[in-house]
Nanobody, 123 residues
Framework: QLQASGGGFVEAGGSLRLSCAASGNIFRIIRMGWYRQAPGMQREPVAIFSEGGRIEYPDSVKGRFTISKTDAKDTIFLQGNGLKPEDTAVYYC???????????????????WGQGTLVTVSS
């Protein structure tokens, strides 16, 4: 499972840091990152650690958001600076993982989502 935290209320131009911890029967994390969904909008990627460690940001957050992870690679963070009202959304942590089977080998491939954390940026 994924446990996200760190959302809240911030004024425009301010900063916020989100965290997401993966736990449970995980053999290997293939991809892990952040998505967001604003009211009435589709869910969109914000910052992703792709397979192989490549980082992907959409143009809307480049230079303002930074994704990082712990050495154990089971916890990721999203640092947002220079926040804008259009950054207001529910932020979701997402991961693509292989579970561990009874022999300790790669089992099922799953895509899992955290519960979402609301970020509100006032103008």
């Amino acid at each position: 499972q994924l446990q996200a935290s760190g959302g809240g209320f911030v004024e425009a131009g301010g900063s916020l840091r989100l965290s997401c911890a993966a736990s449970g029967n995980i053999f290997r994390i293939i991809r892990m990152g952040w998505y967001r969904q604003a009211p009435g909008m589709q869910r969109e990627p914000v910052a992703i650690f792709s397979e192989g460690g490549r980082i992907e940001y959409p143009d809307s957050v480049k230079g303002r958001f930074t994704i990082s992870k712990t050495d154990a690679k089971d916890t990721i963070f999203l640092q947002g600076n220079g926040l804008k009202p259009e950054d207001t959304a529910v932020y979701y942590c997402n991961a693509a993982v292989f579970t561990s089977n009874d022999l300790g080998e790669p089992g099922e491939y799953l895509t899992i989502w955290g519960q979402g954390t609301l970020v509100t940026v006032s103008s």
